[in-house]
């Protein structure tokens, strides 16, 4: 119900986890919302692991053998050349963070899924990859990182090994005293 209510309200969304955590999994069900499924997601991939079920979907993937090759990066600003509903992305694993949450950060609401083994260990995964791009991080680039996320959902094994969100938190700015992104539980 709190993940329900966040894509409604057009959240921006990291789902983290660790290696078979159910994270792809869980983005292709929540592709199948209605605010996905009534709008004109752009859904990028690197590289290609499923089919949108998305009536209007936009999907594409990148291509690194092609010439000259097609990056997740070129693919998020070609993205932005288009009316898209929300911008998601299939996993964020390197510079490509960095165009990302500029979408994300001037209204463009989206999901993406990224290996992490907890909340703030997520943000500041994305903060590394925003960094691979060339860019200085102060503390104006993490702040901004703070406004373009709006929750972190954790996926996870049980003891039983069934794979489960084990958190949701919700993101609330940087915070440069403390050196940290503010994060509170909602799950």
């Given at each position: 119900a709190i993940l329900r209510r966040l894509i409604a309200d057009r959240a921006t969304i990291l789902l983290a986890g660790e290696v078979d955590?159910?994270?792809?999994?869980?983005?292709?069900?929540?592709?199948e919302e209605p605010a996905f499924t009534g709008g004109l997601p752009a859904v990028l991939q690197d590289p290609f692991e499923f089919t949108p079920s998305c009536p209007n979907a936009w999907s594409l993937s990148a291509d690194p053998w092609a010439d000259p090759p097609v990056t997740l990066e070129?693919?998020?600003?070609?993205?932005?050349?288009?009316?898209i509903s929300h911008l998601v992305i299939g996993?964020?694993?390197?510079?490509?963070?960095?165009?990302?949450?500029?979408?994300?950060?001037?209204?463009?609401?989206?999901?993406?899924t990224l290996h992490a083994a907890n909340p703030a260990d997520a943000l500041d995964r994305v903060a590394q990859m925003v960094?691979?791009?060339?860019?200085?991080?102060?503390?104006?680039q993490l702040r901004w990182i703070g406004k373009a996320i709006g929750a972190v959902v954790?996926?996870?094994?049980?003891?039983d090994g069934q794979r489960r969100v084990t958190a949701i938190a919700a993101v609330d700015g940087?915070?440069?005293?403390?050196?940290?992104?503010?994060?509170?539980?909602?799950?």
């Open positions: 955590s159910g994270k792809t999994t869980l983005l292709r069900a929540c592709l070129m693919l998020v600003a070609g993205a932005l050349r288009v009316p996993e964020v694993r390197r510079a490509e963070a960095r165009a990302m949450i500029i979408a994300w950060a001037t209204g463009h609401p989206g999901i993406c960094g691979l791009a060339g860019v200085t991080m102060d503390t104006v954790q996926m996870g094994r049980g003891p940087y915070d440069p005293q403390a050196g940290a992104f503010r994060l509170h539980p909602l799950a």
